[in-house]
């Protein structure tokens, strides 16, 4: 049994993001290197518990396991169906000026407090365009649920699923 989720989300950002941030977002987005410090999903990471050959490593040699959260790309999982892709695109418009990221992506459950750290990052930063609406946008299914994406609501309480 998979306990997986097909994750649609898009978001405008400003222009005004630090380097620093555009690195951390480049590296879970797969386009560019891990950066040397976190500040945008810093929680909840697991610990690598084994080697690359599965051997399992003294508990002294623990250490955190990060690796980027929307950067697959190419066919999903056969359960969900379709492709999965992370962009993220620089807008220089005379008025438009800041970030585009869209990503559809297939997540574990163990991966959903990982993704609520950068859900609430996004939700935090986005921005609306000429006075619209902020933009920002997840939702979210069950890979057994009928092929519906559900809203994300991001709150006190954390990731909710509608």
Do not use: N
């Amino acid at each position: 049994m998979a306990d997986i989720h097909e994750v649609l989300l898009t978001a405008e950002l400003p222009a005004d993001l630090t380097e620093a941030e555009i690195a951390e977002l480049r590296w879970h987005l797969g386009h560019g290197s891990r950066p040397e410090r976190f500040t945008i999903v810093v929680d909840c990471w697991p610990m690598a518990t084994v080697d690359e050959e599965d051997e399992p490593l003294p508990e002294g040699q623990w250490e955190v396991d990060r690796y980027p959260l929307l950067a697959e790309r190419g066919p999903a999982d056969p359960r969900i169906g379709g492709v999965v892709y992370s962009e993220l695109a620089r807008r220089d418009g005379p008025t438009d000026r800041g970030w585009a990221l869209s990503s559809r992506q297939v997540l574990h459950s163990d991966d959903l407090s990982l993704l609520e750290q950068l859900l609430q990052w996004l939700q935090s930063r986005a921005v609306g365009h000429r006075g619209g609406p902020v933009c920002f946008s997840c939702h979210t299914r069950f890979y057994e649920d009928d092929f519906v994406l559900k809203p994300v609501l991001l709150d006190e309480g954390g990731l909710a699923i509608l």
